[in-house]
């Protein structure tokens, strides 16, 4: 596949054409390192996505299995993962910014600590169990994105940032992929514990390998000033909040990543659900089908909206987030109608265009975000956009689909799900009129470093 590499490529400048403000902030020292550095960074967001997302395919059987609910179930998927990972996320980031910090060493013993904890949700013989297992995947993963924001900003000038973090972002689509036919296949032949396993165990394997791939830029001379600088300006969390909340442009984002997480990651749960609920498909069968189309579809939309912002934000910083407020209000629609088909296979079909449409808000949004702030603050407010869209949308998306779900049954019956995604559909309005209001004060926002 062509995609990711032109993504890699294109994601880097030269040595020698940053500008002189970029030189400050983010120097590479050679064309080759930040390379190395986003490939890697890549491969550990692929597994980190593959350990959260495949409770997504193994979500039925695992009902079936422990007799839950709905609403145990989008506990279980959702608010169990997210509350430690985005209440450990803030303190996290901010040993993160501490210039003293080495980022990939907090990397690498996160990956270790969600991989272990994905193993133990095979283990797990009671709900209890499975619960406390998954908020220890939370906690793992809780020390991977802000830090890898943080390392992508240092090394990435800032006319090149969007596709850079879109390029670390495929992570999501090639992750979930995985998760989907990996997890599905294996629950099919093996079951839902040995899927767990078999995903968790090649994670432990890079944890050890990490500190071999990567050096912190801090240490390796490629942030200039940076230790002094940081040592400087450092502030209290609280101060850093308030500081962040100053901007009307970042709080558009938080509430915009919020929404759109809120319904990308219940549709995630639930449109499995109705594969294999209505539509009668196996879990290997759904993990495969709609697995690979919607891992296809969010590779392209995620690199597509990182290219697209870095070239129209060239001619006016508004437009960074044009496409992603566009984009997001047109797949309203064309998701309610896939929704809606009676024949999977129609269904599959409509679902394509949108999933490519939503996913191009994250390399735009998550670089405006490192823009918005002083470089010492980078991973706080990636940290703070993470817990938006983790408490809001991993939390509370599976969880309340669940619960409207329950809801909906004596009306709806066997329909009840479909219901619930109708609902979700035309909310996707919602973000879309959030982005495109943030992007009416980037001009004016956006830092030059």
Known sequence: ??????????ALPPPGIATSAS???????????PRVMLWTLLIIYIF????????????????????LSDTQLG????????????????????????????????????????????????????????????????VGEAGCTPAAHSLISDCVPPEKRSSA??????????????????????????????????????????????????????????????????AKVQVPVGAALRELATSRCFVLLCL?????????????????????????????ETGLYLGVSAGVAGMIGTWLGGKLADHFGKRDRKHLLTGPAVAMAVAAPILFLAYSATDWRVAMALLFLPTIMNAMYYGPAYACVQGLVRPELRAVAASVMVF?????????????????SDAFQPLAGA???????????????????????????????LKSG
């Open 165 to 230: 973090i879109a390029f670390y972002g495929l992570g999501i689509p090639i992750g979930s992929l995985l998760g989907m036919v990996i997890g599905g296949g294996l629950a099919d032949a093996y079951g839902w514990r040995t899927a767990f396993m078999a995903v968790g165990l090649p994670g432990v394997v890079l944890a050890l390998l990490v500190p071999f791939l990567m050096k912190e830029p801090r240490r390796a001379g490629m942030v200039k000033g940076a230790k002094q600088a940081a």
């Open 1 to 10: 596949m062509t995609v990711t590499p032109q993504g890699a490529g294109e």
């Open 75 to 138: 506990l279980m998927t959702g608010l169990a993962f997210a509350l430690f990972y985005t209440l450990l996320g803030i303190p996290i980031a901010r040993y993160a910014d501490k210039s003293t910090t080495n980022r990939v060493s907090l990397i690498a013993w996160s990956v270790a600590i969600w991989s272990a904890m994905t193993m133990a949700c095979g283990m797990a013989r009671t709900f209890p169990q499975l619960l406390l297992a998954r908020v220890g995947v939370g």
């Open 388 to 404: 938006a869209q983790n408490l809001i949308g991993l939390g509370l998306g599976p969880l309340l689909f669940g619960m409207m």
């Open 256 to 284: 915009a990543g919020g929404v759109t997480a809120f319904l990308s990651y219940g549709k995630a749960v639930w449109v499995a659900v109705l594969f294999i609920r209505t539509f009668e498909l196996s879990p290997g």
């Open 23 to 33: 030189k400050a902030a983010a120097p590479p020292a050679t064309a080759a390192v």
């Open 48 to 67: 980190n996505f593959l350990d959260r997302q495949i409770v997504s395919i193994l979500a039925e059987p695992i009902k079936r299995d422990f007799g």
């Open 415 to 445: 329909d009840s799900v479909r219901w619930v995604l109708y609902g979700a559909a035309w909310l996707g309005l919602i973000p879309a009129f959030l982005f495109w209001r943030a992007s009416l004060r980037l001009t004016r926002e």
